[in-house]
């Protein structure tokens, strides 16, 4: 007899149903997806927060030297790198058996690594912090995961596996097992549990993006016709200002905007040579549009 699902669409949360992945809107699919014959040579991205894609950020030397100073400790020799990250190399490796980021650590992780935490919650929340009180998490034993499928199925609940640190195991004793590969070697009704098992590819380790949210006026005229088209008046207005001029922004609306106004949001990563050049075009646009709709 098969297990019976746990979760389905019958039973599941509407509000999930109505989720969307706002970089991937209708605007975004609008410029990036299908041939059009838009009057300009370029779509200038505004929408998203790549920041080394704009070319406007350098690579983070500082997290480089570390690791691999860390690493490769003879790198530290080298005339090259500097006196701080020799130093914070050196603290961190001194709490380390044999002075090696390989060897055994506490069970609750490297102490200066949780003093480097305890600090950072003391100086964000103003109240102190306890080094002792802070664990670091640790790979899954495969008992810890039998554990945990058991309770899933005793409760009925939908398995929601976060293995995005799957590569990221560096202790000898130690290794990653998937939640799937337990999972599958249980008998009935362990192996019948619904899984969903997450992995990622990351983006990146360091960066800031920089958001404007300018608010719009839009005459009344265009706010008509942007209901009668089914479109709320600022993604009619991103609509517009894409197809006329390039220039890819995300509308308010998709950021819960206060009732009765109209915004956008966009970035400031556009490569520096397309900055004035979009900012000429975007007054121009709105000059227009206001002309237009009046």
Known sequence: MGHNKTLTIENLN???LDVEYLVRNPITIHAY???HNFPFDRVIRTNIDDFYASGNQISITYIRQFVAGCTYPELMESPNFPLDIKQKVERLLSA?????LGSYSETQGIVTVREDIASYIQQRDDYPSDANNIYLCQVLSQENIENAIRFANKHRLFILADEVYQENVYLPDS?????????MSLSAPYNQLELASFHSASKGWYGDAIYAFPRIE???KAIE???SKNMTPDEFYCFQLLDKT????????????RPGTYNLRTTFLPPIDQMKEMVERFR????????QWK
């Open 14 to 16: 509407p509000r999930i």
């Open 33 to 35: 997806e299908g041939n």
């Open 96 to 100: 380390c058996g044999g002075k090696n």
């Open 175 to 183: 290794k990653f097992v998937s939640f799937k590969k337990v999972l």
């Open 218 to 220: 839009i005459p009344k």
């Open 225 to 227: 016709y942007a209901k």
């Open 246 to 257: 390039g220039i890819c922004v995300l509308s308010g609306s998709d950021f819960k905007q």
């Open 284 to 291: 121009t646009f709105h000059m227009s549009f206001l002309h």
